[in-house]
């Protein structure tokens, strides 16, 4: 099992930045990537961003290119995801998820944490 904690959502307007955070606990020795994906109403989930634990590989959807990075600060199971240039688009709830070994895909995700722009 692990266990995921996201911070860091707000209300901010368009243009702002907020960093999101998302501590893992547990068995974190199992985690081989993190990603971070949102959910707005009436869409679906989307993926935004993540990396491999091993190499630290990075990957965007094309809408955050260049206005998200996602980082891992060393020797932690905490993954960052600072977004700048924020615009209404980018509201939504965002939830960060681990694969870990054994399992297939995104195996284990966080209660999520709400990101309002504003206009």
């Known amino acids: 099992q692990v266990q995921l904690a996201e911070s860091g959502g707000g209300l901010v307007q368009t243009g702002d930045s907020l960093r999101l955070s998302c501590s893992a606990s547990?068995?974190?020795?199992?985690?081989?990537?993190m990603c971070w994906s949102r959910h707005a109403p009436e869409n679906e989930r989307e993926f935004v961003a993540s990396m491999r634990w091993s190499g630290g590989s990075t990957y965007y959807a094309d809408s955050v290119k260049g206005r998200f990075t996602i980082s891992r600060p060393k020797v932690s199971y905490t993954v960052n995801l600072q977004m700048n240039n924020l615009k209404p688009d980018d509201t939504a709830v965002y939830y960060c998820?681990?694969?870990?070994?054994?399992?297939?895909?995104?195996?284990?995700w966080g209660q999520g944490t709400q990101v309002t722009v504003s206009s």
């Open positions: 547990g068995r974190t020795s199992y985690i081989t990537a």
């Open positions: 998820a681990v694969a870990v070994l054994g399992r297939d895909g995104y195996a284990y």
